[in-house]
Structure formats: structure tokens, C-alpha cells
């Protein structure tokens, strides 16, 4: 590909495109489609059952469905009782979920031991892998580089197409165990090469969780303190899993229900997580935030605040999307458990790195944004901030760059990836193919020289 520019040509024939590729939005209305596999109230439509995890954010009570508080629990554990029951000083508890996530209980003491072992033992590249697969025309997207990465390790499996349960745990387990390595790794050459930055490559320890080995490798004197390897533990936790509707887990079910391989399924989920709309969000958040800090100085005055959010919905600010990133999510409506669990985080750690004030400016954006939200839009159920409104603030506090931030989701992500793509397999499903109405009429054919 030699012409990589939007010729004039090209504009033309995408107008022509765009202009033929267009449905109206009132026909989902009038034939009941569920678009996005969402009815009108903005909940899933039921495709499956899990035993994974579960996401609730209304209550039924005498058949009326009213909005509630956010949940959500992996194997029956509501999320802050996993959060806050790992002991203060262990920053293990990403391992000990990825246990309970795979298996379907907490395990003892021993257990973990003899997993994390295991676990560890796989954190380790093929040879050369570093030199000639992520030193090789390496991208400013870790995301797309993790995904060529991925689907490079096909090759050096012997067994890469077997989906034998089995085979399938021992290639999730690697792939887990090496996600912080093609993200940081893939970072440290970005930087080598498009920054003029020193090549740092730190080898990880078996000896570290997979909190402390991130900010190990990535740091250039491997430095970091037990409160940053426990907060970066506790967001690990929190992205590890969401339900099975969640877009890239969902891919993760519709590619295992092809049956095609583990590379091929992982490497897909990382496309669906990428996306703006999805792990790609709390990037968009830090973003906003810094646009919205460099059009008001006074960050208590909530009147220019407002207008600025106003701006942002009718594209009319930040980056024309008309998306207040970090606001609303596609099953929550009163409140998104993680996020409550990550704002308590980021208030003790902006307290003790002196941003209380930053702090403050989130608060104000995520108290008035919900209000501007439901002023000017026609919405179904209750808006307020999700995850990524926080998580992007927290990783700022750890002073973690930008072009990290949805890799750091993937690689807590790929537990719950890796548990769905299992059950898809062991329960045996149909290959999934919703359907899709079809609304063009019918046409005679002509032959080109009558056209």
C-alpha cells in the first residue's frame, strides 16, 4: 500500500457510501428490533447463561422494575466484600480472583500458593520473541500491537488449534501471565523508538504479583511502594470481569462458539476492547478533563462547568462526539459499584500526592454531568459515572502513561475473557447468528450497457 492519503476520489465514492449505508432509526422502532441487542429501556436482550459473574441495577418489586444501586458479583461474591476482604498489605489479590473467576471458588491457602506458582511460571516470552516480533515495525496502538502479538504466539504453539478444555486453560494461563509483558514491553520500544527514549527492559519476577511486576518493569529503576502496587491490585480486580453481555467478553462467547482458536478469540476481544465506547473510554475521560481545565481556570465555578458539559453533549466542545466520557453505562443506572469502590481510592491517593483539587474538579464533573445529561437528552434510566470516570484519574495518580491505560484493562480483562471462552466451550453451545431484517425492495437487474 502505497497511497495511504483520502484522495479526492476516495471522498467521492465514501459520500456515495455513507449515503447508501444509512438506516433510519425509526424502523427499529417499527419493527421491534432490538438494536444493539438492547430494547428500548437500554437492557440487554438475553442471549445466555453464566455462572461467572453477575451485574444487577434494578429490582422487581410486584412486577414493577425500578432502578437501583449498581452490584456485581464474580462466582456469587458481591465485589466489595473480594475487594476489601484481601488483606491490606497483599497485593496477590489479582491472582487469588483469577483463581476463583477459573475454578468457581476462593481457594485455601495452599491452593493459591500452588496456583500462583503455576501462574508465574508461564510469565515468560518465546525466545527472540522481544527482538524479532515486538521490536518489529512497532505501533504508537498497544492495543493493536498486543493483538498482532497474540496472533503471533499461534505460532509458537504446537497446539494452538486444539479447544480440548484442558489445552484452552493451559493457553488462557499463558496468555494471562504474559499480557503485562506485551503491554509494557510494547510501551518501553514506543518510546525507544518514536521518542528517542532509552530502551529499558526489565525481566519479570516470579517472586512479584502481577500488580507489582507492572509497575516494576515499566519504572526505569523498578521502583514502586506497597500503596501503589495495592491500588493498581484493586483496579486490576475491578476490570477483571462484567457480565457476559459486555462487548469484547460477548465476543469472547460468539468466537469460541465457532470454534476457532484461543489466538484468534483473544486477539478479536482486544479489537472490541480498544474502542472508545468500551476499555478505550477512560482515556477519553483524562482527555476531557484536561480540555476542560485548559478552557476554565476556576474550577469551582460549576455555572462554566456546566456550560462546558452543555458544549461537550452537542458536539459543540472536547472532541465533537457529543459523548461526556465516563458518564452512563450500558447496564447501571443509579450508580456503578466499581467506580464508588475506585472514587474512595482516588480521594485517599489524591490526599496524600496533594491533587485534592483535581479530586474536587471529578466530584463537580460527575454531580453536574448526570443533570446536563438529563436536561438535554431523552433518556430511559438514571445516568452517573461509571468506572472509567475514575480509573483514568487513579492511574494518573500512579503516575502510569496515557498509552497504558486500556492495555492495563486488557490485561485485567483477559480473566474473564479466558472464564467465558471455558464455560462457552464446556457448555457446548450452538454457534451463535442473530438475525438481521433485511429492508431493501427487491430490484430487476439490468445489463451494464442499459444502466
Request: with cysteine; net charge negative.
Amino acid at each position: 500500500m502505497t497511497n495511504r492519503t483520502i484522495t479526492p476520489e476516495i471522498q467521492r465514492l465514501s459520500e456515495i457510501c455513507s449515503n447508501n449505508m444509512l438506516i433510519d432509526n425509526e424502523l427499529y422502532h417499527k419493527y421491534n428490533v432490538k438494536r444493539g441487542l438492547r430494547d428500548q429501556s437500554g437492557s440487554g436482550v438475553l442471549v445466555g447463561i453464566t455462572d461467572i459473574s453477575e451485574v444487577n441495577s434494578m429490582r422487581t418489586v410486584d412486577g414493577v422494575r425500578y432502578p437501583m444501586n449498581g452490584e456485581l458479583f464474580y462466582r456469587g461474591y458481591d465485589i466489595h466484600d473480594l475487594i476489601f476482604g484481601v488483606p491490606s498489605q497483599s497485593c496477590w489479590g489479582y491472582e487469588e480472583t483469577l483463581y476463583l473467576l477459573l475454578f468457581g471458588n476462593l481457594p485455601n491457602q495452599q491452593e493459591l500458593i500452588d496456583f500462583i506458582d503455576l501462574f508465574s511460571g508461564y510469565r515468560e516470552l518465546p525466545a527472540t520473541f522481544l527482538r524479532d516480533i515486538l521490536m518489529m515495525a512497532p505501533s504508537k496502538d498497544l492495543m493493536n500491537m498486543m493483538a498482532r502479538s497474540v496472533l503471533t504466539l499461534y505460532s509458537y504453539d504446537s497446539y494452538a488449534d486444539d479447544i480440548s478444555i484442558p489445552n484452552v486453560l493451559r493457553q488462557c494461563l499463558q496468555l494471562t501471565s504474559v499480557f503485562p509483558l506485551l503491554a509494557v514491553y510494547g510501551y518501553q520500544i514506543f518510546r525507544h523508538i518514536h521518542d528517542g527514549e532509552s530502551l529499558v527492559i526489565h525481566s519479570p519476577s516470579s517472586f512479584r504479583s502481577t500488580a507489582e511486576n507492572i509497575l516494576m518493569m515499566l519504572r526505569p529503576d523498578s521502583s514502586y511502594t506497597p500503596a501503589e502496587a495495592k491500588l493498581l491490585d484493586i483496579c486490576l480486580i475491578l476490570h477483571m470481569e462484567h457480565g457476559g453481555g459486555n462487548n469484547s467478553t460477548f465476543t469472547s462467547h460468539l468466537l469460541s462458539s465457532s470454534g476457532t482458536d484461543t489466538y484468534s478469540t483473544i486477539a478479536a476481544s482486544l479489537g472490541s476492547l480498544k474502542g472508545v465506547r468500551h476499555g478505550g473510554a477512560n482515556i477519553k475521560v483524562v482527555q476531557m478533563m484536561r480540555d476542560l481545565k485548559n478552557h476554565i481556570t476556576d474550577w469551582k465555578d460549576e455555572d462554566a462547568i456546566r456550560i462546558y458539559l452543555s458544549n461537550v453533549l452537542n458536539k459543540n466542545a472536547f472532541d465533537h462526539s457529543g459523548l461526556i466520557y465516563g458518564m452512563g453505562h450500558a447496564v447501571y443506572s443509579l450508580s456503578d459499584p466499581r467506580a464508588e469502590i475506585l472514587k474512595g481510592f482516588a480521594q485517599t491517593v489524591s490526599k496524600e500526592k496533594n491533587r485534592c483539587d483535581e479530586f474536587d474538579l471529578y466530584e463537580t464533573v460527575s454531580r453536574l454531568a448526570p443533570q446536563v445529561i438529563q436536561d438535554e437528552r431523552k433518556i430511559f434510566k438514571g445516568v452517573s459515572p461509571n468506572v472509567d470516570f475514575y480509573s483514568g484519574f487513579v492511574y494518573e495518580l500512579l503516575d502510569l502513561p496515557s498509552h497504558l491505560y486500556t492495555p492495563i484493562f486488557a490485561i485485567a480483562r483477559m480473566a474473564g475473557w479466558s472464564a467465558h471462552r471455558i464455560e462457552e466451550l464446556a457448555s457446548n453451545g450452538k454457534i451463535m447468528r442473530p438475525a438481521y431484517m433485511s429492508m431493501k425492495t427487491h430490484r430487476t437487474y439490468s445489463p451494464i450497457d442499459q444502466r
